[in-house]
């Protein structure tokens, strides 16, 4: 998983970026930490 730490309303949290599972990757966030489901915004 590759992720960054964060602070939500005080305490800690990691949001996910990206996750492995066995051989299938499933990518949340590009690398400036944007959503990949946020292209509606450009």
């Known amino acids: 998983m590759k992720g960054s730490r964060v602070t939500v309303m005080g305490k800690p949290a990691i949001i996910a970026g990206e996750v492995k599972k ?4 499933l ?3 590009n690398s400036e930490g944007i959503p990949v489901w946020s ?3 450009k």
């Open 22 to 25: 066995g051989e299938n990757v």
């Open 39 to 41: 292209g509606w915004r």
């Open 27 to 29: 990518v949340l966030r």
